[in-house]
């Protein structure tokens, strides 16, 4: 039986290929669902193209999706949640 890793990306307000931080782990992630907010850690400083979170700054989800990988010659399954974002401020 195949393991299975699991792999969270949250990507950058209003980017569809810049990651904002990946997570990977053996056990899943709790769910995520389109209008969630999020605060993932550790944050990116002022250089990475949007404002450091700080408390009354989230990112909300936009969309997620969810692909399952399974290539017939490797060991291990990938379950990979995609997050897209944008800048929420309280």
Known sequence: ????????????????????????????????????????????????GWPELGPQKYLQATEVHHTLYDPMDAEQITYMVEVYTKLHEV
């Open 1 to 48: 039986m195949k393991s299975i890793q699991y792999t969270l990306v949250i990507y950058e307000p209003g980017s569809i290929d810049v990651p904002a931080a990946k997570y990977e782990s053996s056990s899943p992630f709790a769910a995520i669902s389109e209008g969630d907010y999020l605060h993932p850690f550790p944050t990116p400083d002022e250089t990475s």
